[in-house]
């Protein structure tokens, strides 16, 4: 029998969840203890919290509080995009959603003064299980029909979320729907220039001027996660049931064919072009797995959505998702993330800006 009592119990099985000690970047963890005693709680510093090695983008810890584990999140080294890392708005997000959609994990702590750990931060629940990225895992074996339903529960978990009443969690006035669609081409087409100066490539503008001319009538404005994949939500480990949905930093309202996009960007299929392949997100070109349009299919039934419009959404997605590792790349050139991984960004986020182009032009799905 398996025991997930805890992250460290399931290191048996699942050894890659942290950095190895030493690796990682380090915190002042003297100087959050004196920061948490002062509200109240007791951190144990008896051994270094370890850091978790999933993620291109916050940092997250696994500290011991008040005899409890817990995790601690953070922002990245480093020039932060607009909008992206804001522990400020997903604590206000996190530290009332449970009530409403309980695979939120509850936020218990919220810390603005960069002046502690050089940034803001945030402490909220700790749910360990297993957290799946671009491939399978190898501790047993995931059977064919085991990643049907698996796929299947990834979309009505989206589903689920999208129904939850923002009202009755206190966040009806998070986020700005009215516009949101026009300021997500603007904003993300800005960010690729930010990132690439006077080498922006030229498919940049092509997309951002194909997307204004096509912004459509927005769905009814719901709750949005806004990075919603496969390795933010943490699996029961025998089941592969949500025991949580993470990372909640870009958090808002809005239409949700934007978190349907998202998801979709992400799903790869076995024929997809490379860099689909190399983006290696989720493990969906596997056998077993829905295709994309099974996905749209489950959703619309789902939701009642109407979906007459989604090729806009879909560009729109790959367009954010191109744009993000042009981001990604420049950091890695600007010598602020020394991870090799990091030195293959700038083709694959040229290959997703080609392939953004040839969904617009009706050349792929």
Known sequence: MINLSSQRALDQ???SAFH???????????ALRIHLNQHGFDLDVSESPRQFSSGFGNLNYLIMMNGQEWVLRRPPPGNIPPGANDMSREFSILKNLWQAFPLAPKAIHFCGDAAVLGAPFLILEYRPGLVIGG?????????????????RRIVELLGDLHSVDADSVGLSALGRPEGMLSRMVEGWEKRAHLACGPDTPMGISRTAN??????????????????FKLDNIILDPASLEPRALIDWDMGTRGDPLV?????????SESGDPEAMQ??????????????????????????????????????????????????LDAKYRRGEVADEKYKTFGPLSAGLLDLTQAIASGAFH
């Open 13 to 15: 099985f699942i050894p």
């Open 20 to 30: 190895p000690i030493g690796q990682g970047h380090p915190q002042d963890w003297q």
């Open 135 to 151: 491939s399978l895992p190898g501790f047993r074996e995931i059977a064919v029909e085991e990643r049907a339903s698996l796929g």
């Open 210 to 227: 194909w997307l204004r001319k096509r912004i459509p009538i927005p769905q009814p404005a719901c709750l949005l996660h806004s990075d």
């Open 259 to 267: 978190d349907l996009a998202t998801l979709l960007s992400y799903w």
């Open 278 to 327: 190399q983006l290696g997100q989720m493990p969906t070109a596997q056998a077993g797995f829905p295709t994309r349009v099974d996905v749209l299919e489950m959703y619309a039934k789902r939701t009642g959505a109407d979906l007459s419009s989604f090729k806009f959404y879909r560009v729109l997605g790959m367009f954010k998702l191109s744009v993000v590792f042009m981001q």
